[in-house]
């Protein structure tokens, strides 16, 4: 349909920068998040019994003992079920391929956990009285969660913050007239094994289960003794206050209180990804203690002080903001209900939203994955469920990949560390399931893992291939390194990951097959998470060569190839077989409808409404359509699929697309993307929650981060070696600036753009990159040299000339 683009006026800053609600969450997609990428907090913004529920992103059942406890198929059961298998492809007998390769499943990741709840109960010593001029917000410019109301004539205000810092979740409590009442309580919806109230506060040691049963299955929680098999935690909270301490029930108290405040610390014995928890409890308590009197020693002032700078300092290197009708309500579910009552959807309605959502995303993941601790999984750092969907695990066949596209295109490079920390432990413990379930060297992941590094075929022997068998989840992973090189990471990058390259390109060459014409391809092959039916009405999930394996060998083998030229390594044996491997692939098939096949037989008919789009990934994440005649089969097989689908499918969808230059059907996907998760639509309808978590449904935050890099693609592209301006705006994105997007090879891209039309550019060149670069804008190309000491600008005007000095 034809969109007309609204009356715009610049956004305020709370209108791009802030979370705001007035009333307290009545639910757990109503709070608000908080975390440094250790430790999460969810705050409900409560005036009677404020809740603030607590993550410690090392918080996991089990241990990677865990991954082969039950005794895993041997290797010479794998060998006759895989040997099966492709007999069986071969022969046409799908169902009978199926069968076979189930043969190879065992066990399941494990779980991330809740780890406590911090309660603080309010009293006022009138009695019940109205709370009045009730507010409460989210700055995720400063990572600052603020509840503020009037009761009784009396100021209250709460400020709850996660610092990375000093460790600490900190919550201060200010109160006019005569103050309020305060008591404390620390609970787990864990093993609690110890609870000592102290002279300042509350310590709380936690044991986590050996296993934790997928949801809905009973009984959901198994514990060990008390050895070292399992993770244990502890919880340290200090305080202080100006107000009369009293005896709590079970907790800390204090009446008339009109300043306190709480440092909170968690720890757990889990020493690393990858690695076997070790230690006793009594340390990790005495680590969490220290941190908790650390913070209370310097105070909360220094505290913040401190956690705003560290937050601002990833924060603010790159905000979008995008002009749009101006907003009458603050309040986010009211704005909402008025954006979405306009024509084209509540983006189109109120394009500061769409700002907002993209600025969230970068927030969530500045808050769940940092230096030193583990990745954002399906949850981010968040999750209250004892048995969260899909365990909260970390889900490889796009869902932990799709988390982490943003971070080179928006200047969080940092937060990729935890993702290369996961690799490695994959690569250690894929060793040992590529040599027992293939026979084959180096090292091989499945779809989904865990903290500890899980590689397996998941399942029980019953699970369906569909998901349950794709040995392509290293191959995936290792795109973030082949990208972390293309947007400017040196030759110290390329050496420290070039082992676990070598070796997944080792496995995957191994298990390679000849096909009739002399192309190579695999076998047994799934297409996540898709079945077909063949021509005699089986329908199945394993076939031969699936499009989206070969697409991923051969980014892999390119990976290869580049990591060999800047590392000297043209002699090594496996570079040559994957560059005589990498010729010999199929490209994207065309079947004779005109769309992307999903398999190399096109006689294999895929469920056409799927969720997934693997056979397009090379259109994105990968590097794009190489010739017209892809990018119109990748189209149109977009068309096939249909736009409503899942969140995270939604925000897939819609990078695809504005590769493929569709403003108009970005929008039609942003429209499904801001609509009202708590609404029931079906499983596979996503939207958006109050808190403005993404739902697939339920909530996952592949969604939220995805939609940061499909938001970037709109804006910049550069995947083709041109930096490329503006190519695909969505009339939602008519008007904005932005600041701090990344263009391979490293170039720092500042943008203005109005109705449409470009403003002014400038760019900067990371240490590397400096030199000549192609630009692109409407059609219009020139050389720029850009350097990297200081800003080279542009505007609509300059494109007219051939080349323009920095």
Known sequence: MTRLPPTTSPPTAAAVHELAFDRPATSWTEALPLGNGATGAMCFGRVDRERIQVNDAMAW???PASELAGGPPDAAVCADALARSRSAVAAGDSTGADAAVRRVQHGQPQTFLPFADLELGFGWPEGPTPVTGYRRCLSLATGVHETRCEVGGAQLVVRTRVSRPHGVVTVVVECGGAGVDLDLSLTTP????????????????????????????????????????????????????????????????????????????????????????????????????????????????????????????????????VAGPPQAATDLPQRFLEAGASTGGAAAGDPSLLALLFNYGRYLLISSSRPGGPPANLQGIWNDLVQPPWSSDYTTNINLQMNYWLAEQTDLVECLEPLFDLLGALAVSGEETATRVYGAPGWVAHHCSDVWGYTQPVGDGTHDPAWAFWPMGGAWLLQHVRERLRFGGGDEVAAAHWPLIRSAAEFHLHVLLEGPGGEVGTSPSTSPENHFTTPDGQ?????????????????????????????DLSG???????????????????????LVQEWLDAALRPDPDHRHTAHLYFVHPGDGPATPELARAAALSLEGRGDESTGWSLVWKAAMRARLRQPERVSDLFDLLFRDATVDRGPFAGGLYPNLFAAHPPFQIDANLGFVAAVAECLLQSHTGVVDLLPCLPVELASGRVTGLVARPGLLVDLEWEGGRLGHVRLRARPGAAGEHLVRWDGHELTVAVGADGWTSLTPEDFTRREVGA
Do not use: K
């Open 61 to 63: 059942s089990g241990g």
């Open 190 to 321: 864990l093993r609690a094994t110890e609870l000592t109230v102290t002279a300042d506060g509350l310590d709380l040691l936690v044991q986590l289960p050996e296993e934790v049963a997928p949801e809905g299955v009973e009984p959901p929680l198994r514990y060990g003794d008390a050895d070292q098999r399992s993770t244990r935690g502890a919880v340290s909270l200090r305080w202080r206050h100006d107000g009369t301490e009293v005896a709590g029930a079970g907790g800390p108290a204090a009446r008339g209180v009109h300043r306190a405040e709480l440092h909170l610390a968690t720890e757990t014995t889990a020493v690393g990804v990858g690695r076997t928890p070790s230690g006793p409890v009594q340390d990790a308590l005495a680590r969490a203690q220290a941190r908790a009197g650390r913070a209370l020693l310097d105070g909360a002032d220094t505290v913040a002080l401190a956690q705003e700078a560290d937050h601002a300092a990833l924060y603010d290197r790159c905000v979008l903001e």
């Open 539 to 567: 329908v199945a999930a394993t076939a031969s060569t699936s499009t989206m394996d070969v697409s991923l060998l051969r980014d892999l083998f390119l990976l290869v190839a580049d990591v060999a030229d800047r590392l």
């Open 572 to 594: 090594d044996p496996v570079v040559q077989a994957a560059a005589r491997a990498r010729s010999r692939l199929p490209e994207p098939p065309v079947g004779p409808d005109g």
